[in-house]
């Protein structure tokens, strides 16, 4: 594991309010569509809104993230709520998931250009990718500064090009940029 990366996760978790995050807005607003039961995976979990949303909505969870700290707040979360997820830390670079894997794949605030062809695979045929993060074009100063981790316009979209795409979402700079789903695009597709 990348023990300068694991550190800088680290610190940034330990620092975290004690206010527990909701889950990606891609997950939030659809959770209509996840399956009735199968197996999910947050990848790149953070303190696992993500992991949360799909063990209350009753799919078999596993939530991986570099951070120790971060799988911390998750398992408190997760144990407070009477929840079973099964942490890991885990360089996701180093080890991505195996082929056909999970029925669900969460991934938000995350973007490792050389991971998506691994997690394409790792979702099950008719399985569901919902992933969120952020572009090119925001308007504001959140998220990364990196062009490496932002995302180029529909580009997202480009990734799954070949899947059944149920939702796209990517307003970046176009009309009033005072309103609107800003700053990231959000996908939601289903693997042939």
Sequence with gaps: MNETTKKKWDKNYDSCS????????????NQHLLPSQGSALDLACGRGANAICLAEKGLTVSAWDISASALEHLANEA???????????????????????????????????????????AIKPD?????????????????PSNPDYLLDNNELLNFFSEWKVVLYREEG???????????????????P
Excluded: C, W
């Design 173 to 191: 700079l176009l009309g009033n940029v005072d309103s609107g789903f800003r700053n990231q695009a959000m996908l939601i597709a289903q693997k």
């Design 79 to 121: 144990t407070n709520k009477g929840l079973i997820i099964e942490l890991e830390p885990r360089n996701i670079s180093e080890h991505p998931p195996k082929p056909n894997s999970f029925d669900v794949i969460t991934v938000s605030n995350f973007l490792e250009r050389e991971l998506i062809d691994d997690i394409r695979k």
């Design 127 to 143: 399985g569901l990718i919902f992933y969120q993060t952020f572009i090119i074009d925001k308007v504001s100063n959140i998220g």
């Design 18 to 29: 004690s206010d527990y995050p909701s889950p990606a807005e891609v997950l939030r607003q």
